[in-house]
């Protein structure tokens, strides 16, 4: 099942992430749907792009995926039909819960990121 992971069980710590491919897997996406998502948001720039970052730079990948497929509204309307969501119950809760768009800003996509490098003060002055 989808699962939160710890990375971190330091005292008050907070730092866990999701097991998003799990997610999106329950929520019947296919890899093309997802690379196809994310670049009708102007998260990769094509489907070849996406499958690259997929296959060679999965973190930076399923971030994209967390912080935008998690957040769509057809994610949200998926949930219900996860394996053993609940009862029926929840179900019909659930129904009058009204998706809202998460308003979050965005990281600069991913291709168009550069290593940032610190900059060190050298001096070249000797005594």
Do not use: C
């Not at 699962?3 to 330091?10: A, S, V």
């Not at 499958?51 to 057809?74: A, C, I, M």
């Amino acid at each position: 099942g989808a699962r939160l992971h710890r990375e971190h069980d330091l005292p008050g710590s907070t730092s866990s992430h999701l097991d998003v491919k799990n997610l999106v897997t329950l929520a019947g996406y296919k890899e093309t749907d997802i690379d196809l998502y994310l670049v009708s948001e102007g998260r990769f720039s094509s489907v070849e792009i996406a499958k690259q970052f997929r296959e060679n730079r999965p973190g930076t990948y399923w971030g994209e995926v967390q912080r935008n497929v998690l957040h769509s509204s057809d994610f949200f309307d998926r949930i219900s039909d996860f394996p053993g969501f609940g009862t029926s119950e929840d179900l019909e809760k659930m129904k009058s819960v009204p998706w809202a768009p998460r308003h979050q800003r965005q990281w600069t996509p991913p291709e168009e990121r550069r290593p940032s490098t610190p900059e060190f003060g050298v001096s070249n002055q000797s005594d």
